[in-house]
């Protein structure tokens, strides 16, 4: 709409030269290469700014497959790795960082993004780096891979649950820092070990701790479920544990889940 727009307002300028000042055939020749000269720069610029989204674009896909491709599956997961990784990343981005080793062999890496008014309670956005184990021959791709097929899809270990929230907040902060912003409030990015058995080595540890009494945390964002469009939900708050033991036989399922025909989505029914 833009460029019609242009060409419309172009031709009523011509026009009006035409009939309003004497013109000569050397007059028109330099009004119309003026014309197809800012035609021309106007496309560049849409090519430049196109390439320069796709490159960034690129780089975003790249880092986050980087992430992906460090193996922090349990039991052995490669936790010093995802730190350099994400260390890394805060220099680059010139964040403040430390790395809290509260359990041997466990780092847990803190981001610090100060805010103009640090004495407002601050924001904490939680991650974890470790991942749960992959039986390699269920999968299509190598789960530590990180492969995109033609379509745009990543096939990795960790791409839900949940390497791509930690990238995004990195990416998001990438982004505003870019545009100049800067926080009213201090924000911290917590990437904890440990998540997937428990926690108890990991978050728990951080909450204990002085470091965590020392941030003045007002609110923590953590992992929700992903949405296969473009609606998000808002998630407000987490079941509670309630230790039953029932056996029950039949087809497996998930445990958030009470899928039909399932043992324990049958067994949890009221008869």
Known sequence: METETETETETETSNHQCYSLPTSSTHHHHHHHRYYSRRLLLVVILYLASASASASEDLIISR?????????????????????????????????????????????????????NPKLPSILLNSHTDVVPAEHHKWSHPPFDADQDQGGRIYA??????????????????????????????????FVPDEEIG?????????????????????????????PDQNYRVFFGERC????????TGAPGHGAKLYDNTCHGESSQEH
């Open 241 to 248: 544990p309630w230790w039953l033991v029932i056996k029950a």
């Open 199 to 227: 926690g108890h080595d990991g978050a728990a540890k951080l909450a204990d701790s002085e470091t965590f009494q020392n941030m003045n945390v007002g609110i923590v964002l953590d992992e929700g479920l992903a949405s």
């Open 157 to 190: 270990r960790g791409s839900q649950d949940m390497k791509c929230v930690g990238l995004q907040y990195l990416e998001a902060i990438r982004k505003l820092k870019s545009s100049g912003f800067q926080p009213l409030r201090t924000l911290y990015l917590s």
């Open 64 to 116: 986050f497959q980087q992430y992906l491709q460090i193996n922090t599956a349990h039991p052995n997961p490669k936790y010093y790795e995802a730190a350099d990784f994400i260390l890394s990343e805060a220099k680059s981005l010139s964040l403040e960082s430390q790395v809290l080793e509260l359990v041997k062999g466990k780092p847990l890496v803190l981001l610090k993004w100060p805010g103009k």
